[in-house]
C-alpha cells in the first residue's frame, strides 16, 4: 500500500510547486493536473507491466447489456451525487465550497472550462484510474480497490459537499476501468458528468436535497452498481 500513498503524495506535491510558481490556484491545478497526466500516460506506454494486473477482463460478450447497466449506472452517479452534496450544503453549509466557487469565479469563465471540460477529466483519470486503481488491484480486490480510490477521488476535492456529489462517480469509473482497462472511457465519462453538473440548474435538483430522496438515490445506485461489479467479475 506504500505504492499509492507515495503517488497521492507526489502529486500533491506537484500541485504545492506549481501553486507557488504561478500564484493562481485553478490555474495551479489545471497545470499540475495536465503534468500527472502526461507523465502518467508516459509511465503507461513504456512500462506497461508497471500498471497491468490479473485476471484479465471477461471476453466482451453482451456488449448492449453492459452499455445499458453503465448509462444506468451513471444516471444514478449524478443523481444521487447532486442530492447527497446538495442536501449536506443546506443542512450544514461547507466553507470549503465555498471558497472553490469563489475561486473559479475569480479565475474566470475560460480557465475554469479548460480545468472542469479538459485537464480535470484527463490528468484526475491519469491519477487515479489509470495509475492507483491498477497498484491497488495488483494487492486487493475488486470491491477494496474501488472504495479506497472512490474516497480518494472525492478527499482530493477537499470539501464535504464535492465529496458527496463525486463518490458514487468514482465507484462507477473504477468499475468501468475494471471491465475496459483503458482510460478513455473513464476520460469521457468524466467530462460528462462535469458537464452534466455545469449544464443542469441546481434548482432542478432541489427537490432531491432532502435525507429520504438522497438515501433512496444511494442505495438504488449501490444496487446498480453491485449488479454491474457482478456482470464484471462473473461473481
Known sequence: MLAPAAVLSGYLAIGAGALALLREPVAATAASGAVIMVAIVLLRILKPSWVSYGPAPRPGRATLRFGLAIALCAVLAFLAGQAMGLWLYFAVGSAGYDVSNQVRES?????????????????????????????????????????????????????????????????????????????????????????????????????????????????????????????????
Request: proline letters at 5%; glycine letters at 8%.
Open 107 to 235: 479565475a474566470g469563465i475560460w480557465l475554469t472550462l479548460l480545468l472542469t471540460l479538459a485537464v480535470a477529466p484527463a490528468g484526475e483519470e491519469a491519477l487515479f484510474r489509470g495509475l492507483l486503481y491498477p497498484l491497488l488491484r495488483r494487492r486487493v480486490g475488486v470491491v477494496i480497490a474501488t472504495l479506497i480510490t472512490a474516497a480518494g477521488f472525492g478527499l482530493l476535492h477537499g470539501n464535504i459537499v464535492q465529496f458527496a456529489a463525486v463518490l458514487p462517480l468514482g465507484v462507477l469509473l473504477a468499475l468501468l476501468y475494471e471491465r475496459t482497462r483503458a482510460l478513455w472511457p473513464c476520460m469521457c465519462m468524466h467530462l460528462g458528468f462535469n458537464l452534466a453538473a455545469a449544464v443542469v440548474p441546481a434548482r432542478a435538483l432541489v427537490p432531491l436535497a432532502n435525507p429520504v430522496s438522497a438515501a433512496l438515490l444511494l442505495l438504488a445506485f449501490a444496487a446498480a452498481a453491485w449488479m454491474l461489479h457482478r456482470q464484471i467479475t462473473g461473481r
